[in-house]
């Protein structure tokens, strides 16, 4: 069964302090993963897609990593601003056009 | 470029009566996804729409049904609705090819039934 697994579910950072959020997969087959971002009564905003093993993006402190199990936002420095939940999804390349997200986590950053 | 816009932005239904939630997906976009997010199950994938085709669907009762219109906005009706239907509601749109599934979710409908 496609599934998505994030940790940790919270994640509590002083400014400034760098640090990663893991998302785990198994899917039959990857098409794409994503990594969202989500304030409080808000949609996911969009933050990155990644395609196969080895691939890396980067948007000013965020960088995604991926493997063949797993993908990384390693948050280097981070502001109170950034403090939201972050969403990762996998779409599988089987089951027709459907995404599946993980639990989230949710992430504080003190001042 | 506008966005993925829902409406209404907040609902308040009583047991027993049907919604509709509305979107209008982004220009070009021709793929649309509803979601349903609750604190306790995360987001949750309801339907998704291609080209007024339903492609895929996820494991929630038959209360639960969408449609596409020509112009790619899609409409989703709750009939009979239960207090658990109390929701975030939310639509995504996506070019829906093979290859670029870049999904954007628009601000959500919230919908609170008593």
């Known amino acids: 069964e496609d599934q998505v697994t994030q940790s940790p579910e919270a994640l509590r950072l002083q400014e400034g302090e760098s640090s990663s959020l893991n998302c785990s997969y198994t899917?039959?087959?990857?098409?794409?993963l994503f990594w969202y971002r989500q304030d409080p009564g808000k949609g996911p905003e969009f933050l990155f897609t990644?395609?196969?093993a080895g691939e890396e993006k980067e948007k000013e402190r965020l960088k995604a990593t991926l493997t063949k199990k797993e993908s990384f936002l390693h948050i280097t420095a981070p502001k109170p601003e950034d403090s939201a939940t972050y969403l990762c999804?996998?779409?599988?390349?089987?089951?027709?056009?459907?995404?599946?997200f993980g639990a989230g986590t949710r992430l504080f950053v003190k001042a | 470029k506008a966005g993925v816009t829902q409406t209404p932005r907040y609902l308040i239904k009583t047991r027993g009566q049907q919604v509709t939630l509305s979107c209008s997906p982004i220009?070009?976009?021709?793929?649309v996804s509803w979601y349903q997010q609750t604190p306790g199950q995360g987001l949750q994938f309801l339907f998704e729409?291609?080209?007024?085709?339903?492609?895929n669907k996820g494991n929630f009762p038959g209360r639960f049904s969408g449609r596409q219109f020509s112009n790619s906005r899609s409409e989703m009706n709750v009939s009979t609705l239960e207090l658990g239907d109390s929701a975030l509601y939310l639509c995504?749109?996506?070019?829906?090819?093979?290859?670029?599934?870049?999904?954007?979710f628009g601000q959500g409908t919230r919908l609170t039934v008593v």
């Open positions: 995504a749109s996506s070019l829906g090819s093979q290859k670029n599934t870049e999904a954007f």
């Open positions: 899917v039959s087959g990857l098409r794409g």
């Open positions: 990644l395609y196969s």
């Open positions: 999804a996998v779409a599988p390349n089987t089951g027709g056009f459907k995404t599946i």
């Open positions: 220009s070009g976009h021709r793929s």
């Open positions: 729409y291609f080209s007024e085709t339903q492609r």
